[in-house]
């Protein structure tokens, strides 16, 4: 087995390589406007550092947010294309699945919550009985909204950083790590645990759009 695994649901873009045992290398860099050219460096660099091809890859791991449209398709289509192209299998995994296992690797417990910077005073939250548990499916809110529901517990991720008023007992991580990504991918692999397709989890429409009652032109 070996996996590469990458998210760029977040302003972390993450890649890591890892052998079913153990993380060969990962690579993470916190730019919220740079997925695109972020992505494929952070590739080419735990290849490097692992000593690896991508030839030896046997199977591709995403992060399926919730996130932002822009970021979030960066690293979806690049799974499809490496998994197109090598003829392995793409495995999606929520974003906040990923951080959740992170965060057990980091000592939390359960329950807590895990929520991302969904720009717009907004938040991507759920809540999680254990590291590997979701009991809710993921959200998008405003903290003021959702107070009663996270009040008296542990919270991790940016989002949760950013409303201390909120989440007052956030706890690392901060950011995803494709590494825990990949490792809870090998756990659910070994239990024939089945994955959600590569597909994004957007939540809401993205803020580009088409615009409105613009003049049509018409061949004379």
Do not use: N
């Amino acid at each position: 087995m070996l996996l590469l695994a990458f998210d760029t649901a977040t302003p972390a873009v993450t890649a890591a390589l890892y052998d079913g045992r153990r993380v060969l290398a990962e690579s993470t860099v916190v730019d919220a406007r740079r997925h695109g050219e972020l992505l494929m460096p952070a590739v080419d660099r735990v290849l490097t550092e692992a000593g690896a091809s991508i030839g030896e890859v046997t199977g591709i791991v995403v992060g399926t947010g919730p996130g932002p449209y822009t970021g979030l398709r960066v690293g979806l289509v690049t799974a499809a294309a490496f998994g197109d192209a090598l003829g392995v299998p793409v495995h999606g995994i929520c974003t906040l699945d990923g951080i959740a296992y992170a965060a057990g690797q980091a000592g939390v417990d359960g329950p807590f919550v895990v929520a991302t910077d969904a720009r717009r005073k907004e938040v991507y939250w759920a809540r999680y009985d254990s590291p590997r548990e979701r009991v809710t499916e993921p959200a998008v809110d405003r903290p003021d909204e959702i107070a009663q529901t996270v009040a008296g517990l542990p919270a991790v991720g940016a989002g949760a950083a950013l409303y201390p008023a909120v989440f007052a007992d956030v706890r690392a991580p901060e950011h995803q790590s494709a590494a825990a990504l990949a490792a809870l991918a090998a756990l659910r692999l070994a239990e024939g645990v089945r994955f959600a397709p590569p597909l994004p989890m957007y939540l809401r429409r993205p803020d580009a759009q088409v615009p409105a009652g613009y003049k049509a032109v018409l061949p004379k």
